[in-house]
């Protein structure tokens, strides 16, 4: 049997990495494809890589996505099977400072991708997208076929365009496209952004932590491991084009004009962010000297996330604890950081 081939962006990125790895252990041959920008630590990313590069199965590329030309050349070399597009400009709050970067890299960099997988005839594009398009709907938990046209920041803005345009493309060129949501991802080799990360690193050092709206908030938090395992059964989850728009069950999100799906991939358990708070306290043993705030410009009291459909087509459903997913990431902070 011919290896099967997947191109992954941001390998170097928390989610990448995780995934690179699980795909490798199960003996796809992967090729990434990074920008390695100083949004946060570079020597982490470089250290998540060097751990892939371990895997003679394993290379990778440095470069922007919005380099049209030089992704087109890692592109054509390679001839994936499959496309998995993770990287991006992340982070809600940073998307208030530097807007711009957010349309570089997620509006014109994701069309370029697209470009790719149309022109190599790729067997499935899938590409992640996030909670945040779900903006200020309040009808929860979150349904993949519920409407979602109020974004409130634009890294969500972003990132439903680029919803839109994957279903342009699947209609246009019948492109097999996933479109996954994420839900507050959590777990080893995390950014430093992330409120864990923000948190444990705070806490070790005696500095107080910021709790947004007072403590009064929610997040599906899922576990890094749970999260790959899902987009490794969606791969070969291949969306069809439905003969007639009566073939697609009301519980599908399938798009009854192209081979075109979204799935939520979440914990399904909303978690309190004070209870979130308290697990890192007991996993430190140690108390957290807490910063109360008012809600932060368009930040959401809530998500959660309904993953019926995920289960539906995998046979999965993520389901780690967050006391132990907080667990796991606090012994690879210390061994880590050394800390």
Do not use: C
Not at 127 to 140: H, I, K, L, Q
Not at 272 to 277: A, G, I, K, P, S
Not at 297 to 323: E, I, M, S
């Amino acid at each position: 049997m011919t290896q099967q081939k997947v191109l992954v962006t941001g390998t170097a990125g928390f989610i990448g990495f995780h995934l690179a790895r699980l795909l490798l252990a199960e003996g796809f041959q992967v090729r990434g494809y990074d920008g390695m920008t100083d949004y946060y630590d570079v020597a982490l990313k470089q250290h998540r890589h060097s751990i892939l590069l371990e895997n003679p199965n394993f290379s990778a590329t440095e470069g922007m996505l919005e380099d049209q030309a030089k992704f087109d050349a890692f592109a054509d070399e390679f001839q994936p099977d499959v496309i998995v597009h993770l990287a991006a400009q992340a982070g809600v709050r940073y998307s208030l400072e530097n807007p711009r970067a957010y349309l570089d890299s997620n509006v014109i960099g994701t069309f370029n991708v697209m470009e790719a997988a149309r022109r190599l005839k790729v067997k499935h594009l899938l590409m992640a997208s996030t909670s945040s398009v779900y903006g200020s709907n309040d009808e929860m938990p979150f349904v993949e076929t519920e409407k979602a046209d109020a974004q409130l920041t634009i890294y969500a803005a972003t990132k439903k365009a680029n919803e839109s345009m994957g279903h342009s493309y699947a209609h246009l060129w019948n492109l097999p496209t996933t479109m996954f949501r994420f839900f507050t991802v959590y777990g080893p080799w995390g950014r430093p952004d992330l409120a864990l990360y923000k948190f444990v690193d705070a806490i070790l050092e005696n500095r107080p932590i910021d709790i947004y709206n007072h403590g009064d908030m929610y997040r599906d938090f899922t576990y890094v491991d749970d999260l790959v395992r899902a987009i490794r059964l969606l791969i070969d989850t291949v969306p069809e084009r439905p003969a007639n728009r009566n073939d697609v069950p009301e519980w599908d999100s399938l798009s009854a004009a192209a081979p075109f799906r979204i799935v939520n991939i979440g914990n399904s358990d909303k978690v309190r962010l004070l209870d979130f708070v308290e697990a890192i306290e007991v996993s430190l043993g140690k108390k957290a000297k807490r910063n109360y705030m008012e809600m932060q410009k368009g930040d959401v009291p809530a998500t959660w996330a309904n993953a019926d459909l995920l289960h539906k087509l995998t046979g999965y459903r993520p389901q780690t604890d967050f006391r132990d997913g907080i667990e796991r990431f606090v012994t690879w902070y210390r061994d880590y950081t050394k800390k």
